[in-house]
């Protein structure tokens, strides 16, 4: 029997301007997530990446995508930007993702690309079936957080010389040192190019510029530039738009300079800056990309050129004593692969990588499908999906049918979602039901659930679903009966949420 859809109007039922009022009454610090009159907007993805620039300002034109990443210079709304991800590739845990979870390195990249561009970090953790947060996720979190710390343990800049082109009364360049927030260096109004130069006494080694505005009076700086003074002169090694509340600049790679300059080349007013301080990030590799192709041939790759990689395939973790990969490698069949990326000159080493492999896709086949280049499905390429329209051509649901190509003892299935929206702006929401067919005998339900926008399978007892006992499967008939929210615009819950706004301004 079919539930009836209940339909509301989301925007009177929920009344989201006396919530936000109710929340701040309570609880006046709190900080509001989301719909228009929150105090913080969506940066319009789920990657953790806000825009270069994210100003915190926007117009009062609606919402879109591009313009909560970016925000509006000059709009007349304060609606800073948050940034929501996970330490995992969607909301919630499960087991096959394991050995997947975001690497100290993706961390502190994600950490660059919001809170070091004026944007929140609410950072999304997955408690497992017990629920906790898996020791995985624990360790990369603790390794992330220290390799924070350690880089804001030594400001080099502490003891600086500050010295300004310009100035105004009461508001010397030194100020930006002092690390009081309510302190900043001002320029003469009207001064063309505006510079404020750190001599650090002598030649230190750094990749990150730290800059904070003094928020109260505005978001001064349109555009800015980091100089370094060499043995032939002054260098130009950055150049962004925007400071904000905190703007994090990272070199690709560490210099040395005993002077470093700020630049501000556009400003719409005098530029108020209230810090300035240079710093140098720890080490940190992001582990191996692991993947096999469509014959079972595994193959083990670096985004840093130079690095060398420690792989194993026997179940234990992999150590810098662990056999080198140095060329592909077969797994034909169900098998588990660990890898470390190793700088040895820097004596780093990355968090393991795993992937937990199983039936090759060699033989696999499309018999059947509703839309054209469902064989993306099955290539075993990460960037690759199908996509198809609700219904097909013939007026019937979204489907596929595979041949396997062979007689398999399948316990179960993944089907993978890619985060995405639809031409409404929704998440897509789908209902799945596969279906089995022995040779000879008639099509039977193998089992249904929704599958999220994150590879979930709530319906099912697992991640996975399982038969009560190995079946032979010759096809594998995947179903999609409906796709978007629900009348409500529920977007679906998420995981316990860990909060980052350091310095995120008023």
């Not at 990309?289 to 690095?307: F, K, M, N, Q, W």
């Not at 992937?355 to 054209?372: E, G, H, M, T, V």
Request: hydrophobic share 40%; aromatic share 6%; net charge positive.
């Amino acid at each position: 029997m079919r539930a009836k859809l209940r339909k509301i109007d989301a925007v009177p039922y929920y009344d989201w301007p006396s919530i936000i009022a109710f929340v701040h009454a309570l609880q006046p610090m709190a900080c509001t997530f989301d719909p228009v009159g929150a105090d913080l907007r969506w940066v319009g993805n789920e990657e953790g990446e806000a825009g270069d620039p994210c100003w915190a300002t926007m117009d009062d034109k609606g919402f879109t995508e591009e313009k909560g990443n970016a925000g509006v210079r000059g709009g007349a709304i304060w609606w800073p930007a948050e940034a929501d991800v996970s330490t995992r590739y969607g909301w919630f845990w499960h087991a096959y993702e394991d050995g997947q979870s975001r690497s100290p390195a993706n961390l502190m990249k994600i950490y660059f690309e919001t809170v070091g561009r004026s944007a929140g970090l609410l950072l999304n953790l997955a408690p497992d079936t017990r629920g906790l947060v898996t020791d995985e996720d624990v360790a990369n979190l603790t390794a992330f957080g220290t390799a924070m710390r350690a880089m804001y343990a030594t400001d080099l800049s502490k003891g600086a010389i500050a010295s300004a082109s310009s100035v105004r009364a009461g508001h010397d360049a030194a100020l930006v040192l002092d690390g009081n927030p309510e302190s900043f260096w001002v320029s003469a109004d009207r001064a063309p190019v505006p510079t404020l130069t750190l001599d650090l006494k002598q030649p230190r080694l750094f990749d990150v510029v730290r800059l904070a505005e003094h928020l109260p009076l505005g978001l001064r700086v349109d555009r800015f530039a980091i100089d370094a003074q060499g043995p032939t002169g002054w260098t130009e090694i950055a150049s962004k738009q925007g400071i904000g509340s905190q703007r994090l600049i990272r070199l690709d790679a560490p210099i040395t300079a005993r002077r470093v300059r700020l630049r501000i080349t556009a400003a719409a007013a005098a530029p108020a800056i209230t810090e300035f301080g240079v710093y140098l990030a720890p080490v940190l590799l992001d582990p191996p990309h692991i993947v096999r192709d469509r014959e079972g041939v595994v193959t083990l790759t670096s985004d840093s050129p130079g690095l060398a990689i420690a792989y194993t395939t026997d179940g234990s973790a992999p150590t810098i004593a662990s056999p080198r990969y140095t060329a592909p490698f077969a797994m034909r069949d169900a098998g588990i692969v660990q890898a470390i990326s190793i700088h040895a000159a820097k004596g780093a080493v990355s968090s393991v990588g795993r992937r937990n492999f199983d039936i090759r896709k060699s033989d696999w086949k499309i018999l059947r499908a509703s839309a054209p280049r469902a064989e993306l499905l099955i290539d075993e390429k990460n960037r690759t999906d199908w996509v198809a329209p609700l219904t097909g051509a013939d007026g019937k649901p979204c489907s596929v049918t595979i041949d396997l190509g062979r007689s398999v003892a399948l316990r179960g299935f993944v089907l993978e979602t890619r985060l995405a929206r639809t031409a409404e702006g929704r998440r897509p929401r789908r209902l799945a039901r596969t279906h089995r067919r022995r040779p000879g005998v008639g099509r039977r339900a193998a089992g249904a659930g929704r599958v999220l926008e994150h590879r979930r399978q709530p319906g099912a007892a697992a991640p996975r679903l399982r038969a009560a006992a190995p079946w032979p499967l010759h096809r594998d008939r995947l179903h999609a009966d409906r796709q978007g929210r629900d009348a409500a615009g529920h977007r679906g819950a998420r995981g316990a949420d860990a909060v980052d706004r350091s310095r995120r301004g008023v």
